[in-house]
């Protein structure tokens, strides 16, 4: 068997919402490249069927992990500024 492939779990739309809490207009709208909501990190979906699709859900914990490091650079740049007014 390969391993590789039994460690992909995928998550369907519904799990995305829940996880991410965004809606499915706002998953679609980061999709959409005409969206002021664009998120060209934003992970793009896995076709299952015609009617259906499933994200990759270390892609979406990735997603999320590059969200708030991405935060954190910005609160300690700030935190640096408020430094130098305590001293």
């Known amino acids: 068997t390969n391993t590789s492939m039994q460690q992909h779990r995928l998550l369907r739309r519904k799990q995305v919402e829940q996880i991410l809490n965004i809606s499915r207009s706002t998953i679609y709208a980061k999709l ?3 969206s002021t ?3 060209p990190d934003f992970p793009r ?4 069927g015609s009617m259906s699709v499933a994200w990759l859900e270390d892609e979406i914990q990735r997603y999320i992990a590059k969200r708030a490091a991405s935060r954190t650079i910005v609160e300690n740049a700030s935190a640096k500024g408020a430094g130098h007014a305590h001293k």
Not at 45 to 48: E, K, N, R
């Open 32 to 34: 959409n490249q005409k």
């Open 37 to 39: 909501q664009f998120d």
């Open 45 to 48: 979906p896995i076709a299952l």
